[in-house]
């Protein structure tokens, strides 16, 4: 079975501060994403990489940067945290190539005060 | 550009009664459909893909290219179906990114 984990199930953070979260699979998939899920609005791509070192941008990265130095292991950082930052965020990994599902984390939900 | 529209927030049936949650999407390349589904406190999960052509607890759903749509369906709903279901493009090819709709809440009443 497919195993993706995140650091935290809930995280409380204040305003203007440096958050990280973390992600690992274990399936040595070479394509990792970060989403924020939000009532009413779906899943959106904050981030993507499609190999260890490389990320690229997706639909709403303002706010957002990633880290990527070992394959298994996806970051995403909110380098000065704010109020409209408190979402959930999820973690997806897949394997490259066509019609392979994306498999996703728990979730972590974060709050902003 | 790439659009996955879910029409309906909320849909309440009947256990038993059928059921049809509704995704259209425009897309000017070959299109690849998902549908995902996400229980209470569970982690999003694959439902069914449409190059499989396959059913999962009794759901189906066609590609229609010339409708721009691919429905999900059920013909007996039943309690457990109660979820948020998202219908989901790939758009980044053999990369796989991914486009979701707002997602439709399924809830079957006994």
């Known amino acids: 079975d497919v195993k993706v984990t995140q650091s935290s199930r809930y995280l409380v953070k204040r305003t203007g501060e440096k958050v990280f979260l973390e992600c690992v699979q274990d399936?040595?998939?070479?394509?990792m994403f970060w989403y924020r899920q939000d009532p009413g609005l779906g899943l959106r791509l904050i981030y993507f990489s499609y190999d260890v070192k490389m990320k690229e941008k997706g639909d709403i990265p303002e706010g957002y940067s990633v880290s990527r130095e070992k394959k298994e292991r996806f970051s995403l950082i909110l380098e000065s945290a704010s109020t409209n930052q408190t979402s959930m965020y999820l973690c997806a990994s897949r394997y490259p190539g066509r019609g392979y599902e994306q498999y996703f984390g728990p979730g972590t939900r974060l709050t902003v005060t | 550009a790439q659009r996955v529209t879910q029409p309906e927030k909320l849909l309440s049936v009947f256990k038993g009664a059928p059921v049809e949650l509704k995704c259209n999407y425009s897309y000017s390349g070959s299109p690849e459909l998902f549908w995902y589904v996400q229980y209470s406190r569970q982690r999003l999960q694959l439902l069914l893909r449409?190059?499989s052509r396959e059913s999962i607890k009794g759901f189906t759903a066609d590609l229609n290219k010339g409708e721009t749509s691919f429905h999900l369906k059920k013909p007996f709903a039943q309690e457990e179906d109660s979820a948020m279901y998202y219908c989901?493009?790939?758009?980044?090819?053999?990369?796989?990114?991914?486009?979701f709709g707002k997602g439709t809440k399924l809830s079957v009443k006994p």
């Open positions: 399936m040595d998939h070479e394509n």
């Open positions: 449409h190059i």
């Open positions: 989901a493009l790939n758009y980044g090819g053999s990369q796989g990114n991914l486009i």
